[in-house]
């Protein structure tokens, strides 16, 4: 008789429990925003991911995204028609690491893609040096840098990855934090292993889409949670932020070229920014100097070009588009997919 | 069908318990073991529908080669060798062919180089292994084997039924990724089922499932995206990287593969049945070869009687029995995969246990005191975590990497260096549990209501925190 009672109690303890996180569940997390996932797994470097997504590509490669985690949930395939693509964005990446996956595509597929689609950011342009330490770890991407990088550059580097550390505890913190609530991890992987945030995504194309405002509550929650995190993620990633990196804009310049001698369609998009972040970047970094350079750089090579950087200035991604002051929500990122591909179908091969 | 999915946890294994003891009320244990039979087919089926007709042609094999042998032992003669061949190579041809086929192939292709090896390789790669083959293969020859060995002893006087030689066979708590059961020690228990169910043993069996369920979860899957990111990789790991990843997949695979083990032997108890421990806390071994006496217990002892021991043990001398040795310890590597480096992981432990086996005669020869138990059991720990590398690597290059790093003691953390707070806590909590902590199958269980809330807690936190589709380690073997 003790035996069932032991059983009773203990399904019983386990349904109380199981029933009271799935109510707090659907009070802080109504729109299931969040996995369900306890603990945030270890990330696994983006940049050897897309390494390996570019080895398994087949040729002919009909286009490829280059770009930060911004451009991340936006699927080639489903942007340039009739075409193949692949995307390479990686986190917190910096025009070196661009560059050495540039090189490193041209080399394993010398056939070069059709399209070349470049979705860039003021971070890339740091003149210090790079964010993340991931590319040094990979030896195929690392060869490519030979004249850029030095031992005193990746030693100053870990130095500077130090700070990171400091955000990602505090990142933990929020998790466990969240966990204790009934939400879960924040960042989560896709089938073909590229990491996104919140909800799975689509990266469907789909011009004429229009957003829906969510209720103001829901943005409100949303932005609590993480605008503090992001913003001060963002001071530190722009402190000595003073000029335009003229080695990051040679990359950028040497890219485009050989773009352009490989006969390769180029588009170079700057990536949208939410209102706060744009004040942000105005207050430390020379944005507007990065933008006229950039635009010059398109226009001395003939390229497309299309500024979506201030979201004060493109109607179509307002501020609750963003998920979380710093990346578009799924539904955004498939307008703003849209957008782009009408972009692209207007503007023809440079040659 | 995983233990720990919704599916198992919340329709499977509520109406299986429901649909066998619905039987015990009427006193009928034939309708409990036809339950259990029907519930094991469902469930394996639920992996994979045309795999069901080969696990029953695979408990056919061994039933129809038992009862030639209870045939002849019943009518008082002495049973050939021919039933024997019959179980036990048919069985193991089965095995050959679903597991090991394509790495034979290419095997003798490289000696030959005859194209035709070549030719046929692909196709015998993309033969689909059935999950649980090896487990459920290694069973029925045991069984064959045992009731052969009755049988020449003239011990054998009774006949195996047959619903409970299959519901031996296909027992769902332990089709899949073992322990390795007797017949001997699971058939009787069938034959004399209880109609009266024994909730205090049930209550016992809860316990060690959501101990099982909870190493699996919390402990083997936040263990586990730390372990991908050194062996699945191609970048070169610092030495940090390597040691931390290979800490890291020590202790993964041991609570991944023991919890499936204690969960198993949980299901057996809510079943009324008993099924050995597979693991008895390993990684406290003081020697190799006591820590192939705590795991994997099942696969051991099943290399060491029908194998080590039939090949002459070590009964012969020195050299000879080092050659059966390292032969028993190389097909029990290759039995986990058809790799070359599952068959290196088998001789390297093979190899220590050898060194032990000389260290042993040399300390009793020169009349040498024990080392202190930390430092044999430190030495151990590390000997098998070091072993560990080349049974996860992807191929020996990867295993090479992984070695050649821990010479460059520079640099920090580089592929793990997203790992965080918690993953820390996670990894010491989990290495502090399976060196100290006191094993779930020794503990007195008293079902107080105490223990009953801490199971349930237990529970919930394992069942709210499974993270994604992880099948068990153990499942590809």
């Known amino acids: 008789m003790e035996g069932r009672r032991f059983i009773y109690r203990a399904l019983i303890a386990c349904g109380l429990l199981l029933a009271l996180i799935g109510a707090i569940n659907s009070l802080v997390n109504p729109y299931s925003e969040y996995s369900w996932q306890i603990i945030i797994p270890a990330k696994v470097p983006t940049r050897i991911i897309k390494k390996e997504v570019l080895e398994k590509a087949e040729p002919p490669i009909g286009a490829v995204i280059f770009g930060s985690s911004r451009v991340a949930e936006l699927d080639p395939r489903n942007m340039i028609p009739g075409g193949d693509g692949i995307n390479l964005a990686i986190y917190n990446p910096s025009m070196e690491d661009i560059y050495a996956m540039w090189k490193y595509l041209l080399e394993l597929h010398p056939g070069a ?23 040094y ?189 710093e990346h578009l929500s799924s539904d955004a990122v498939n307008v703003l997919a849209g957008k782009l591909s009408e972009f692209f179908a207007k503007n023809p091969r440079h040659d | 069908m995983l233990f720990f999915g919704d599916i198992f946890l919340f329709v499977f294994l509520p109406l299986t318990l429901l649909a066998f003891y619905a039987f015990g009320r009427r006193s009928n244990a034939t309708g409990r073991k036809f339950a259990l039979l029907l519930a094991s087919l469902i469930f394996y089926g639920f992996w994979s529908l045309r795999h069901v007709p080969l696990l029953l042609g695979a408990a056919a094999i061994p039933f129809i080669a038992i009862r030639w042998i209870e045939h002849k032992a019943c009518n008082g003669g002495k049973p050939g ?38 030719e046929v390789s692909p196709g015998l790669h993309s033969i689909v292994l059935p999950l649980g083959i090896s487990f459920y293969m290694l069973q029925g020859v045991a069984a064959v084997v045992d009731r052969w060995r009755a049988a020449r002893a003239g011990e054998l006087n009774d006949r195996t039924p047959a619903l409970d030689f299959f519901t031996f066979m296909t027992f769902f708590p332990q089709l899949v990724a073992g322990p390795i059961v007797r017949a001997g020690e699971l058939i009787p228990q069938l034959s004399a089922l209880p109609v009266e169910s024994n909730s205090q043993r049930a209550a016992r069996g809860l316990t060690i499932f959501s101990v099982g369920l909870a190493k699996k979860v919390l402990l083997a899957d936040y263990c586990a995206p730390i372990v991908n990111a050194l062996f699945d990789s191609s970048a070169m790991p610092t030495a940090l990287d390597s040691a931390l990843g290979t800490l890291a997949y020590t202790l993964q695979i041991y609570f991944d593969f023991s919890g499936y083990s204690d969960m198993a032997v949980g299901l057996a108890a809510l079943f009324g049945l008993d099924i050995p421990v597979n693991f008895r806390s390993p990684y406290r071994s003081g020697s190799i070869r006591e820590f192939w006496r705590r795991w994997h217990v099942t696969l051991s002892f099943w290399f060491r009687d029908y194998l080590y021991i039939p090949l002459g043990g070590s009964r012969r001398g020195i050299l000879i029995n080092a050659l059966i040795l390292l032969s028993v310890t190389g097909a029990a590597g290759l039995w986990h995969g058809a790799s070359w480096t599952f068959v290196f992981w088998g001789l390297y432990h093979g190899l220590f246990i050898l060194i032990h086996r000389v260290w042993l005669r040399f300390r009793k020869k020169f009349n040498l005191r024990a080392p202190n138990v930390v430092i044999s059991v430190a030495a151990t720990f590390i000997i098998v975590s070091l072993g560990w590398i080349f049974f996860r690597a992807p191929s020996f290059s990867r295993a090479i990497d992984v070695f050649r790093s821990f010479a460059h003691l520079d640099g920090g953390l580089m592929l793990l260096a997203g790992i965080s707070w918690i993953q820390w806590c996670v990894l010491f909590v989990a290495l502090a549990l399976a060196l100290f902590a006191p094993n779930v199958h020794d503990l007195q269980f008293r079902p107080t209501p105490r223990w009953a809330y801490a199971t349930g807690l237990l529970l919930t936190c394992s069942i709210a925190g499974v993270m994604v589709y992880s099948p068990f380690i153990y499942f590809q073997f």
């Open chain 1, 113 to 135: 893609p059709d399209n070349l689609i470049l979705g860039l950011d003021i971070g890339m342009f740091h003149p210090g040096p790079m964010m993340e330490a991931g590319l």
């Open chain 1, 137 to 325: 770890a990979i030896p195929e991407l690392r060869s490519r840098l030979s004249w850029t990088t030095s031992e005193k550059t990746r030693l100053e580097y870990i130095r500077f990855r130090r700070l990171f550390r400091l955000y990602a505890l505090e990142h933990s913190f929020r998790i466990l934090k969240s966990a204790a609530l009934g939400r879960r991890s924040l960042i989560n992987f896709d089938e073909r292993g590229i990491p996104y945030i919140g909800r799975a995504p689509t990266g469907k194309a789909e011009p004429g889409d229009k957003l829906v405002k969510p209720p103001q509550k829901i943005i409100t929650k949303r932005f609590k949670e993480l605008r503090k995190r992001l913003v001060w993620f963002r001071e530190i990633k722009y402190r000595d932020f003073d000029e335009i990196g003229t080695k990051k804009m040679k990359l950028l310049d040497e890219i485009l070229s050989e773009a352009r001698n490989k006969n390769t369609r180029s588009f170079v998009f700057l990536t949208p920014m939410h209102p706060e972040m744009v004040q942000l970047a105005e207050s430390m970094t020379p944005l507007d100097r990065w933008r006229r350079e950039v635009k010059a750089l398109c226009e001395k090579y003939k390229i497309a070009f299309i500024d979506l950087s201030d979201s004060r200035e493109v109607p179509y991604l307002p501020s609750w588009a963003f998920l979380d002051a």
């Open chain 2, 81 to 118: 060798v021919f039933p024997l061949l019959l179980g036990v190579v048919g069985n193991l041809g089965l095995l050959m062919v679903f597991k090991y086929a394509g790495f034979w192939a290419d095997v003798f292709f490289g000696l030959s180089r005859i194209r035709f090896f070549d």
